[in-house]
């Protein structure tokens, strides 16, 4: 009932920049936070950054001062702009949102299916 579907990875030469974006669509009352995610071949998935309806944002440590996430209400979207690209980057980068299908039902958890992002000369 609700998709999100992710697009902007790709290769990337190191100290390049990229943006990606993630769309939600389906049966959507309103979606409290939207984030991204990644996770390295034999590692665990990280989070990268969030953020809240109302703008809050959370970045891990290690695309602090380099990424900025943004999202529009209006279009269920959420944006990724990293800069500065390291080889330490590359992963498969995933959107999560929680969100609610209706005004008094539960919260809701969904995944996109991820995008690849190579860095690398």
């Known amino acids: 009932q609700v998709q999100l579907v992710e697009s902007g990875g790709g290769l990337v030469q190191p100290g390049g920049s990229l943006r990606l974006s993630c769309a939600a669509s389906g049966r959507i009352f309103r979606i409290n936070t939207m984030g991204w995610y990644r996770q390295a071949p034999g590692k665990e998935r990280e989070l990268v950054a969030t953020?809240?309806?109302?703008?809050?944002?959370v970045y891990a440590d290690s695309v602090k001062g380099r990424s900025t996430v943004s999202r529009d209400n209006t279009k269920n979207t959420v944006d990724l702009q990293m800069s500065s690209l390291k080889p330490a980057d590359t992963a498969m980068y995933y959107c999560?949102?929680?969100?609610?299908?209706?005004?008094?039902?539960?919260?809701?958890?969904?995944w996109g299916q991820g995008t690849q992002v190579t860095v690398s000369s």
């Open positions: 953020i809240t309806d109302s703008g809050t944002t």
């Open positions: 999560k949102a929680l969100l609610k299908t209706a005004e008094y039902g539960p919260t809701y958890q969904y």
